[in-house]
């Protein structure tokens, strides 16, 4: 036999309110209409399901078990009702943030954790970019938000910026290996690092891209043992010894048996800015705003660097937003 759902719900009600006319009054019907539906529900189903009274109605035996499915197939159908239109609804265009990888592979997965569990109804396309084309792109009005490094180009670009935490890169490799007895001096210019097998991240990569920038076109030959695509993978390369590495110092473990010495060069010393786009549209801008409340949480979040080495990062206050 065939429920209706209005019926259900209307008999839910009766039981709630302890009479049909209350009942009745809850779903907006007249005291005739629910009976009538009252009465035609008792047919189909073949059996009373009310007992009646001067003081009222209440269930019997067979309407009670019928209280208790109701509310099961009703609380299935709000949850499916949920779950089609959301296929139906018209979804905001998704935010777009871009950085670059030591950000992607650092605190950025935290962040994107913590806001998309805060906002169901927001997404985030995620792409890792370069800070010279992270500018463009923000410049462009085609981003949200971007994570760059503070060098001259970012600073011309106009674009709204904060300070996100130091990205300084240093040396790593296995411990008691090529870098013992260097931590804590002055430090390794890359072309001292360069004389010794290296292991990098692939030709394309953020970080890749910035070193052969600033080495210049009289960089050293450098031995690549391999290149890999992740700088988890790169940073586990160095500690087992197969070369040393440049990495970012946020992205290195302290726990990991891994000897960290600081890379000398000037152009070794680098900050994360967080950027906003230029033409964020304005009903974004509350969910844009969250989404970088999120990105600075995770990003000031992180451990303490390697030894203690580098300065301290002078850490703004977080709202609750």
């Known amino acids: 036999m065939r429920y209706d ?6 008999f839910l009600d009766i039981l709630a309110e302890g009479s049909i006319t209350g009942g009745a009054r809850r779903v907006h019907l007249s005291l005739p209409s629910a009976s009538a539906r009252v009465r035609a529900l008792e047919h189909n189903a073949g059996v009373a399901l009310l007992i009646r009274g001067r003081r009222g109605v209440r269930p019997t035996p067979a309407g009670t078990t019928l209280a208790r499915h109701a509310r099961d197939v009703l609380a299935q159908t709000a949850r ?3 779950a089609v239109a959301s296929y139906t609804r018209s979804p905001a265009a998704p935010l777009t943030l871009l950085g670059g990888g030591s950000a992607m592979q650092g605190f950025v997965p935290g962040a994107l954790v913590s806001f998309l569990r805060a906002h169901p109804d927001v997404d985030v396309r995620v792409s890792e970019s370069r800070t010279p084309q992270t500018v463009r792109t923000l410049t462009e009005g085609e981003a949200d938000l971007g994570i760059v490094i503070d060098d001259e180009e970012a600073h011309d670009s106009g674009l709204d910026m904060e300070p996100l935490g130091d990205d300084s890169l240093v040396v790593i490799g296995q411990a008691g290996g090529i870098l013992a007895g260097r931590t804590g001096r002055t430090g390794l210019t890359y072309s001292e690092v360069a004389e010794h097998p290296l292991v990098g991240l692939d030709a394309d990569s953020s ?23 992740s700088l988890n993978i790169l940073v586990a390369l160095a500690a087992a010894g197969v070369g040393l590495a440049v990495v970012p110092r946020r992205t290195v473990d302290p726990h990991l048996p891994l000897d960290v010495c600081e890379l000398a060069d000037t152009w ?15 009903t974004a801008r509350t969910a844009t705003a969250a989404l970088a409340e999120h990105l600075r949480r995770a990003a000031f979040a992180e451990p303490a660097p390697h030894g203690g080495l580098g300065e301290s990062v002078n850490r703004p206050p977080l709202s609750d937003s």
């Open 268 to 282: 070794a010393r680098r900050l994360h800015l967080l950027a906003w786009g230029a033409k964020t549209p304005r």
């Open 5 to 10: 759902l209005d019926d259900l719900r209307l």
């Open 207 to 229: 970080l890749r891209g910035w070193i052969e920038k600033n080495v210049g076109p009289h960089a050293p030959v450098v031995r690549y043992r391999t290149t890999v695509a």
């Open 80 to 82: 499916l009702e949920s």
